[in-house]
């Protein structure tokens, strides 16, 4: 006995709509965060599916939960230590480094694609999940970090109104390891009322625990040291700079309705981010639990830590999963057309007409938006019918007989009933499935 094959926990198959799948909303999605790329003047590029270990290892941090739990790493044939990406931040600035892309700073980059982490699978949270990410590499400015958020706020307009920006600084290196001594200090005190989980991190990643889900852990973060007080000048200039002009960029129906909460105990799971962090959170109830629809921030330092000169960036990325939960299409999928080809005739010219229509429908409409063509070749001519019908078709073309000879068709619309012969020319035929669907 063969046992049946399963699909690997925490994977989906995307199936089309018409097989009651939802490939048409994650394909839209995917398509307006490329637009919106091209808009901000972002240019899309692509990394491997995976790279050596040590690219995420270094760059995401060993402590992160992404990097010490979640990566799905293997070893090669030939012995390397190689991982499926969990991320494409990392990947992006290897390809940076090993492309020599500082020449062309600053640079604006759009990615999108699967990405795999091995993390308890639950709504929102799989272990292959999509992300459209976008970075800004070259420019230390706080117009980067307008750019970048304005941008975030942009594609989450699209999508919800029951969103809010989150944002911190965690400041500039000095600001950090200052926060750092007095936030251990102050947890030091409590050590023996954490969780496992945050007293491992009191040594290694401290910033961390603020992140913590446990409950306990949560009550003593409440009283924990904020790290506003141990902001440096410069940082806490930025981040006044940086809110004062986020503040007016609000004004904009864009901007979530939620509106901006400075939150100080927003930390981020990875290691890399300095200055701005930012995520946006989700209220909606079906979000549950994974309501971070979209999460970013400055990482200056980290093309410097990965062996290049020193380069600021700042970028951000949402899950398409996520965005499917807050989705609801606007547009109708365009109903399709079916040829029948109703006698021998009608069959010999069916494809070569199907292929003057396929061909007239691809010159004018852009992917996605065109319409199907199709040939329902078997059955009777009611059960045909009623098959285009079933798949969404307005009207069908019935092709053969005396219409056929004279260079003719006819076509039915399936709304209602009326039918009428029509030369066989697509602009012609397609005019009037518009104007009569
Ligand atoms: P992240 O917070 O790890 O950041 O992920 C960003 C977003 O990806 C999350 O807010 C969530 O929407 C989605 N996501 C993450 N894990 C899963 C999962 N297992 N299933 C479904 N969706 C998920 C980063 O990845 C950074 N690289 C973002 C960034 C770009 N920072 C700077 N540049």
Known sequence: MTSKLQPIRGTHDLLPEWYGGEFEKFESITLLARELATVYGFKEMATPIFEMTDVFARSMGETSDAVSKEMYSFETKGGESVTLRPEFTAGIVRAFLSNGLQQHLPLKLFCTGPLFRYERPQKGRQRQFHQVNYEIIGDASVHADIEAITLAAHLIYFFDRKVTLH???????????????????????????????????????????????????????????????????????????????????????????????????????????TDTVFEFISSDEEMGSQNTVLAGGRYDGLVEHMGGKPVPAIGFAAGIERLMLMYTPEKKPIAPIYLIPIDAEGESAAHLQALVFRSYERSRKTHLQVRAIDILWNGTLGKRIGRAAERGASHVILLGGEELKRNACIVKNLNTGEQAEMSLMPETIQRFIQETA
């Open 167 to 273: 944002i911190n600084t965690l400041g500039d290196k000095e600001s950090r390891e200052r926060y750092r001594s007095v936030l251990v200090e102050y947890l030091q005190r409590h050590e023996t009322s954490l969780s496992e989980d945050s007293r491992r991190r009191l040594q290694l990643n401290p910033l961390r625990i603020l992140d913590s889900k446990n409950e306990g852990d949560k009550r003593i973060i409440a009283d924990a040291p904020k790290m506003g007080a141990s902001l440096s000048v410069a940082s806490r200039t930025r981040f006044d700079a940086m809110m004062n002009h986020l503040q007016e960029q609000a004004k904009s129906h864009l901007f979530p309705k939620g509106g901006i909460v400075v939150n100080d105990t927003l930390v981020r799971g990875l290691d890399y981010y």
